[in-house]
């Protein structure tokens, strides 16, 4: 069985600029979650992905945007970036809706400068 | 606005010894799952709680779910260097945000001492 798998590792980008993060669910895996992690915090909830249709979004401004595929992979977009956006992002893939226990990646390290 | 306090948010003890973590809120949830994540790696799943009063144990490991659903609890037995990390709780399905979310801690910091 296949893990969560993530790429790119780690990223480098500046003010302004956009980036393409991307996400491949564990095997059997329907539904895709992102996160968020600052430095010293907890992860904080983007927005899930069930079969291609946004099933939730948490409290982040629009230029947050994603995709998830047929494949279940997916792709969180982020236009415009800002200092503040410089984090882990984790993506996380579960198969049981009912409980929502969800299976993490190993994250992108992001860095905007 | 749905918020999990986790206590201590740091813990240095030194190997041999016990300790327990605190997850509060105000919240009922319908599950809640404890992670563990290691610098620079994504949180691995430890355990799911679901029922009020739970108790599950994993090795030297005891989860417990307060019967209201609000709060869950950590307890380590004769912590070992290799449980060095940080201990995460989320919650899922609480009022408010729906079934989608988990709402996580801030998490404990957790260094054992050999």
């Known amino acids: 069985e296949t893990g969560v798998t993530q790429s790119p590792t780690h990223l480098i980008k500046t003010r302004g600029q956009q980036v393409t993060l991307r996400c491949s669910s564990q095997s059997g895996h329907n539904t895709v979650s992102w996160y968020q992690q600052a430095l010293g915090q907890g992860p904080q909830f983007i927005f899930q992905?069930?079969?291609?249709?946004?099933?939730g979004r948490g409290n982040f401004p629009p230029r947050f945007s994603g995709l998830q595929f047929p494949n279940y992979s997916s792709e969180l977009n982020v236009n415009a970036l800002e200092l503040d956006d410089s984090a882990l992002y984790l993506c996380?893939?579960?198969?049981?809706?009912?409980?929502?226990?969800?299976?993490f990646g190993p994250g992108t390290r992001l860095t905007v400068l | 606005t749905q918020l999990l306090e986790q206590s201590p948010q740091f813990l240095s003890i030194q190997e041999g010894e016990n300790l327990t973590v605190y997850c509060n809120s105000s919240?009922?949830?319908?599950?809640l799952q404890w992670y563990r994540q290691e610098p620079g790696e994504g949180p691995v799943l430890l355990v799911t709680?679901?029922?009020?009063?739970e108790v599950k144990k994993l090795k030297r490991l005891t989860f417990q779910f307060g019967d209201a659903r609000k709060d869950s609890s950590l307890h380590i037995t004769a912590a070992q260097p290799g449980d060095t990390g940080l201990y995460l709780c989320?919650?899922?399905?609480?009022?408010?945000?729906?079934?989608?979310?988990?709402?996580f801690g801030k998490g404990t910091k957790l260094s054992v001492i050999p």
């Open positions: 996380a893939s579960s198969g049981d809706i009912a409980y929502n226990e969800q299976f």
């Open positions: 709680v679901v029922t009020g009063g």
């Open positions: 992905y069930y079969r291609e249709e946004e099933n």
């Open positions: 989320a919650g899922a399905g609480g009022s408010g945000a729906g079934s989608y979310q988990l709402t």
């Open positions: 919240s009922v949830f319908s599950s």
